[in-house]
């Protein structure tokens, strides 16, 4: 059977659905119209990372060949993604009741925006859906560092598309204002940094990450660096003024992060070091076990 997937997609969300995708095993090709992706000028190693594992196609669908050639492509394909606006593809002559007439196994994913039918039509990115769908609040200043209702809708698209596999083929729209509702949960207390037991400190080089959150992990932890003495400390401030954070700041200091680390592993308590970011080569974070 076909494993065909095709990404209609530019920006992030969609070829970021389609490098999982292609990481899964799935043939993907990427279908763009002459003009481009606008990230291969804004973000060129974000480009040819999501690029990773597809063979990508030129299609003008606003000629008749393109649209010829798509619904030819379509009718061997699995899955299809796309973002364009709600409307757009069914204008062109290749929306999901027409390509899924050709081929009714083909699971159609259309990355859209807004569920209210007053937004259904209306634009937007990464920082207005999550401002829309009440985010900002919980993220804070999160939206400067990681796209998050992209990169969750990205994994929102493709489960809806194993989804349609599983189901025989399907239509899905997966809105990107409510995307990141799962990562929404009410924010844990502590998780902050502010407590001693949990948080990045500096070493003699480079940086190390404590989560010592659980008694008998921050037990091992004093035990190991012989400051019992600390054991009832675990959650107080981390602040200039606690003389148990000073302290541990002042102990961190003397060892590298690779020497905190391999006592951490010696003795069974999470702390590693924090290394440093490299764009990964895969998106697949399992092995299948035997």
């Known amino acids: 059977m076909s494993q065909k997937v095709l990404d209609l997609c530019r920006l992030l969300p969609g ?22 992706d606008l990230t291969q000028a ?9 690029a990773t594992g597809k063979q990508t196609i030129t299609l003008d669908l606003k000629t008749s060949d393109g649209v010829g050639q798509l619904k030819a492509l379509a009718a061997e394909a699995v899955i299809l993604l796309e973002m364009n606006r709600p409307g757009v593809m069914e204008r062109l002559g290749v929306g999901p009741e027409t390509l ?15 569920r209210d039918a007053a937004l259904y039509e209306a634009p937007g990115h990464d920082l207005t859906y999550l401002a829309s769908g009440g985010f900002i ?3 804070s200043d999160g939206w400067k560092y990681l796209q998050i209702a992209d ?6 698209a493709v489960i809806a598309a194993l989804d349609g596999l599983r189901k025989g083929g399907g239509f899905y729209e997966v809105y990107l204002s409510e995307a990141a509702a799962g990562l929404a949960y009410p924010p844990p207390i502590k998780l902050d940094g502010s407590i001693v037991c949990y948080g990045i400190y500096p070493t003699r080089e480079g940086q190390l990450a404590l989560g010592l959150l ?20 675990a959650f107080s401030p981390a602040i200039e003024s606690n003389p148990v954070y000073v302290e541990i700041k ?29 764009p990964p080569p895969s998106t697949i974070p399992w092995r299948e076990a035997h």
Not at 102 to 111: F, H
Not at 253 to 272: N, S, V
């Open 15 to 36: 070829p970021l659905a389609g490098r999982m995708l292609a990481d899964l095993g799935f043939e993907v090709v990427r279908l763009l119209p002459p003009a481009g």
């Open 42 to 50: 804004l973000s060129p190693q974000l480009y040819d990372w999501l």
């Open 100 to 114: 899924r007439a050709i081929n009714p196994k083909l699971t159609y994913v259309r990355i859209a925006s807004y």
């Open 137 to 139: 609040p919980r993220f």
């Open 151 to 156: 990169g969750a809708g990205a994994y929102w």
């Open 214 to 233: 659980e008694p008998h992990f921050w037990q091992r932890f004093c035990a190991a660096v012989g400051r019992e003495d600390w054991k009832a400390s």
């Open 250 to 278: 002042a102990l961190l200091a003397e060892r590298t992060a690779d020497e905190w680390e391999a006592l951490a592993l010696t003795h069974g308590f999470p702390a590693r070091k924090v290394q440093p970011y490299t």
